[in-house]
Structure formats: C-alpha cells, structure tokens
C-alpha cells in the first residue's frame, strides 16, 4: 500500500510533560483511521502534528518521506487538511466565503480564479450546501456549520483529511452523513484520519482503530481486533460487553448505567 | 466567467467605488465650508485671501483630517480581525497611550521644537514607538505569540502608559495641565505640507501592505488555526499586522492626539452591511473613514464659529447614534 504519513518515535511535551511518546505509526492512502482513546490521552494532539499545525514535535514525522516540519506552508496545506472539532467565527462571513478560504493556498493574487470557483462549487455540491452560499455562518445549524466547514475543506482539494472528532455536535443523521462521505472519499484514495469518541461509530466506518492511551499507542489493528473488552478496560478503564453485529462488525454495550 | 463570480466582483467594486467617491466628495466641497465665502476659481487664480483661506488653512486641515480618519478606520479593521474582536480599536494595544505619555512628557517638560519640528510630536512618536517595541517583547516572551498574548501585553502596558499620563498630569502646573487636556481630547490643524507629505508616505505605505495581505487576514479574523491550516504563516502576519497597524495609529496619533470612535466605528459599521471580506471592508474604511473625520472636523470648526469643538467630540457625538441606527435598522444590505 501507498504510504503517505510515517511517524517514527513522534512525540511531543508541554511545560516538560510528555503529551505524546514514542509513536511509531504509518498511514495508508485510502484508508480510513479512527484515533480513539479517553480525553488527554493525545488524539488532538496527534493529529495536530499531522495536520502540520505544531512543528516543535520530537522524533519524526514524514509525509510523502519529507519531514512535516520541512515543508513549506502553502505547498503543505495543497496536501493536508484539517478540521477542528467546532469552528466559531465572529464575523459575518458568508457561506460562499468560507468555503473560498479553502482555496487559499492555491491563490496567487488576492482573488479567487475561475479554477476556485468551479473546486469551492464542486465542495459546496459535495456536502450539499449550495443553497445556504449566501447565509451568514453563524446563522446555521450545527450540522449546516460542520458541511460548510467540510466543504471548505474540500476545496482545499487534499490528498489527507485530518478531522478532529467531527461528529461530536451532531445528530444521528448528520453523523452517518458524514462519515459515509469521508468512506466515498477514501474509496477514491483520499487518507482519513480522525479522532472519535464514539467507538460502535469507529468501528462501522473504519479500516483500522489506532487506540492510544496516555499519550502511547496501545492497540493499531482493524476494528474487529481493536474493539474488544480487554481492549477497552484497558484503554478507558471501564468494563463493557461486545457483541457482533449481523455484518459481523463488533458492537459496544455500555451495560447498565 | 461564472455567474457566482459575476456577481461578486459586483458586490466588490460597487462599494468601493461608492467609499472612494465619497471621499473625493469630501475633499472637493468641505475646503469651501467655513465663515469666509471662497471658490476655487479665485484660489487657483492666486487671488487673495480665497488662495491663502484654501491652501493655508482650509486644504491642509482637510487633508489631515482625511489621512488621519483613513488611517485609524482601516487600522481599526485590522486591529479587530487581529483580536478577533469587533469592538477592538487601533488604541487597543496600547500604542496611542505610548504616543501620548511622549506628547505629556515633552509638553510638561516645556520642549520646544527639536530640528525644526515640534518636539510634541518628536515625543509622542518615540511614545508610540516604544510601547510597540515593549508590547511586542513582551508577547512573545517565552512561548509563542498569539492574538491573546498580544491582547495581554497591550492591555497591561496601556494602562501602566496612562498611569503615567495620570501622574504628569497632576503634578504639573496649571497652564501645562490644560496643555495636556487640550493635547488629550484630540484636534485636527492646519499643519505644513512637509508634515502632510509625511504622513501620507506613512498611510500609502500602510495601505500598501493591507491590499497585499487583506485576503490573509480574512483568515485570521476566523481563527489562528484555520489560517495556519491554509498555508498562512500565522506568526510572521500577526507581528507584521500589529508593528504595520500601531506604526500608523502612533504616527497619527502624534499628530493629532487621540482621537476616538473613527477607528471603532467606521469598520464596525461597513462589517454590518457590507460583510466581512477584508479585501472589501479596509479599502472601504480607508475611505469612509477619511470622509468621516474631515466632516466631523468641519463641523467642529464651523458649528460654533469663531470657538473651535475638539473633533473627537463630534465623532463620538454624531458617530454614536447613527452607529445605533445602523444597528437597529437590521442586517439589510444598504448597497445591494
């Protein structure tokens, strides 16, 4: 397989304390990855490294074998990009706007080509936000946020998509939504990588779970043999039952509260 | 050509050229407004007084007034997408309290000219200069410098520079203190050409550099991640927006002294009607600003004649309360 990211030894302290250690991980083009693990065990962390967002990490992390730290901004954000977990903006941007923000690393001049248009058309058809290209972005929904943010991801045009648990704010529907899109979207060879709480979720739509814990991994493997019970208690320090769907994907019970 | 992008480049030059016609506006009829009745065919005959009236008195406080408003307008649509504050203005970090100690210091120290200029401004300059240096070290002492850093650095050094303004003020002699008061309220004057050539080398500069990175500060008004997401090295345009916005607001301010509410208003109030696009809402404060305070200033100069107000009451005067009608008044598009 293809691969695009390598970390070997990746690690990264704040104030002295190690957030992250002795990550070795590599990651597939086309592939999804569902990054789980209990709050402060690193998943944001992680994943803003990949994402090229903080350069200060140790050991090393290559993509497309050249150091993340190394590349240049532009040509960076033209490969790799990143979704935060909610984006607040204050100011009355359009959708449209936002969405064209996308194309910022292709732009040479201060505006936007024909070539940006047709790409922030094509994302805003993609994630079904057309007809919201006028509305102020804070005047949406939760869910209408999250697709014109993904849609200005996607003008973006990158070959990986890094998501910092995208679905926490939404509803059922929207979570499906979404994260059937990100399967389409591997399927044509983008890499995903994305941080999840929910794991019946993860192991739904993933390739493979990447569980981390205290800012180490614990278990890399495909989601069949990642999510079990001994996994679990492990990882989040709480007993739990598995069963299998009829697809034969596991499926967490949370027992009785 | 895509009928999307037909349409907003309508939405762009329609404003802007409306914003820059209403300062040509500006500084076409407001030289004439004023006690003594003069027309520009005289002036430009020579005759006398109309030439004298307009070009020593009535075109350079015009022209001061339009660089100055243009500049504090456009400054505060920096400042805010830089702090991310809508209610940000160019005085926010400190920098106008800095050319103000200067100004207080030369003007309770009784300093004259130095080489030929006033050492007020000389003063105030070195103020500004200063608190820009001591903000921007103490922002990025240690970790990196963010927008919250910088807020914090300005902030506090802010109100040590006006501590000081405070204690000036109070240990000087009666005739100093009302200097101080009169320099701290702000006012437009007919100054020299040299000093209006200067200025606008600094302004022009200014502009220069938010036309060039107008497109990257739509991205840091939305956040500092987003941006550094797309490409944008984050670090490197915050400092340069910071250093570029507080040059300009020192230099004017050394000029003019503070004068309030422009820098607030003018770039709050187009954000409301015309949107957030950077590239549309500084050049259109660039304008509107100017157009703002050189009316202002004439009011100030005309409405009790031969008595002068201080502009910076008339701005928050009459800038208030429209400000409250454009509130109220709805999210409507007033162009479109």
């Known amino acids: 397989m293809n691969s695009v990211f390598r970390t070997e030894e990746l690690g990264l302290s704040y104030n002295g304390k190690a957030v992250l250690s002795g990550v070795s991980l590599e990651f597939f083009a086309g592939c999804v990855t569902a990054v789980v693990g209990p709050n402060g065990a690193g998943k944001s962390t992680l994943l803003s490294i990949l994402a090229g967002l903080r350069r200060n990490y140790a050991g090393r992390c290559l993509f497309r074998g050249r150091e993340v730290r190394d590349w240049a901004r532009r040509a960076f954000a033209r490969e790799v990009a990143f979704i935060p977990q909610t984006v607040r903006i204050e100011f009355p941007f359009t959708v449209e706007q936002v969405v064209l923000m996308g194309r910022t690393p292709y732009c040479k001049g201060l505006f936007e080509g024909p070539e940006d248009w047709e790409a922030a058309e094509r994302a805003m058809r993609l994630t079904d936000v057309l007809e919201l290209r006028h509305r102020d972005y804070r005047s949406l929904s939760g869910g209408e946020k999250q697709r014109a943010i993904l849609a200005s991801v996607l003008a973006q045009e990158p070959r990986a998509l890094i998501l910092d648990e995208p679905a926490t704010f939404l509803d059922l529907q929207h979570q499906i939504a979404i994260h059937s899109l990100l399967r389409k979207l591997a399927r044509q060879g983008m890499l995903v990588v994305t941080a999840t709480h929910d794991l019946n979720l993860a192991a739904a739509f993933a390739d493979r779970i990447v569980a981390l814990r205290q800012g180490r991994v614990y278990c890399d493997s495909p989601p069949q043999e990642a999510v079990n019970a001994a996994n679990i208690e492990a990882v989040f320090g709480v007993r739990v039952e598995v069963f299998r769907t009829p697809e034969g994907k596991p499926w967490v019970h949370y027992g009785r509260l | ?336």
């Open chain 2, 1 to 336: 050509m895509a009928v999307s992008e037909r349409d907003h480049r309508r939405r762009f030059w329609l404003p802007l050229s409306l914003a820059a016609a209403l300062a040509l506006a500006a500084l076409v009829a407001l030289p004439l407004v004023g006690p003594a009745r003069i027309s520009y065919a005289r002036a430009l005959a020579g005759q006398s007084p109309d030439a004298e009236i307009l070009f020593y008195a009535r075109l350079p406080r015009v022209l001061l007034a339009l660089l100055a408003g243009g500049a504090l307008a456009a400054a505060g649509a920096l400042f805010q997408a830089l702090l991310r504050d809508a209610l940000a203005t160019p005085y926010t970090l400190g920098v106008s309290s800095g050319a103000s100690l200067g100004a207080v210091i030369a003007i309770s120290a009784g300093w004259g000219t130095l080489a030929g200029w006033p050492a007020v401004w000389l003063s105030a300059l070195a103020g500004a200069a200063l608190v820009l240096a001591l903000v921007v070290g103490v922002a990025s002492e240690g970790r990196r410098m963010s927008s919250f850093t910088l807020l914090l650095a300005g902030v506090t050094i802010n109100s040590i520079c006006l501590a000081g303004i405070l204690f000036l003020q109070y240990a000087a002699g009666f005739s100093q203190s009302f200097a101080i008061v009169r320099w701290l309220l702000g006012g437009i004057d007919a100054v020299e050409y040299r000093t209006l050539a200067g200025l606008a080398a600094v302004v022009l500069l200014f502009a220069a550099y938010l036309t060039r990175q107008s497109r990257d500060w739509n991205l840091m008004a939305v956040g500092e991640e987003w941006a550094a997401a797309r490409g944008v090295h984050v670090q490197r345009l915050m400092l340069s927006g910071y250093i570029a916005g507080s040059l300009v607001a020192g230099t004017v301010t050394s000029i003019t002294g503070p004068i309030g509410f422009v820098g607030l208003i003018v770039p709050h109030a187009l954000r409301l009607r015309l949107g957030a696009d950077h590239r549309l809402l500084m050049p259109c404060s660039f304008f509107t600003g100017a157009a703002f305070l050189a009316l202002c200033d004439t009011v100030a100069r005309t409405a009790f004649s031969p008595a002068e107000i201080p502009v910076g009451v008339i701005t928050a005067m009459t800038g208030g309360p429209f400000f409250i009608w454009i509130l109220r008044s709805g999210r409507r598009s007033l162009w479109l």
